[in-house]
């Protein structure tokens, strides 16, 4: 049995875990106003600020509510105006419109990055505690990419004490998936970094 077991060990090996630092609420973006979530628990519509203001017209002052955020059925983020009593008076809906991210949709971009394949066999063999971050907005520049203008993307990033940059994803959260799990972290830019990390220690 012990011969058996050498030979596992020596074929396929042992997976490491992967330990990964504690995110902060500071390094995360600020929580949504409001989610609307579907049967699923998807997010359905993410409403990201809301504000007063007053606008003057021909009638006097008046005071408006106003509401920005993003809509995942339409792929488009919106403006809301309503009046005090929560009536819309307008609403414009544009894929150009949809804001930053909120903690909760960052959250969960942290989750969808850690369980992905391709991501892990990147990160398994790291001795060091892994700290990620991102939850900036990712918009490609053609209508036949992955996340062209309308998608919910975001850049995820994976870091160490002594490696500034050890993963780089894209996650599309419209449909929780990561069409680019090695952004650019091929092996030319990763030896870069190193060395930039070095030139700094010194």
Known sequence: MKIISYLLLMCCGVAQAIEYADVKLGDLPGPA??????????????????????????????????????????????IRVLDLQGNIVREEYSAKTDGGVSREETQLAFELFKAHPEIQKQLQNLKEKIYIYGGFNYLDQKSDQACYSGNRCVHIFASTISNPLVAHAVVRLNDKTIPYPEYDTDPVVMELLKGRLKKRDK
């Open 33 to 78: 106003v409001k989610i609307v979530r579907d049967g699923d628990n998807n997010f359905q519509d993410v409403m990201m600020r809301e504000w007063t203001d007053r606008v003057y017209t021909d009638e006097g002052t008046q005071q408006y509510v106003y509401q920005q955020g993003y809509d995942y059925s339409k792929k488009e983020g919106y």
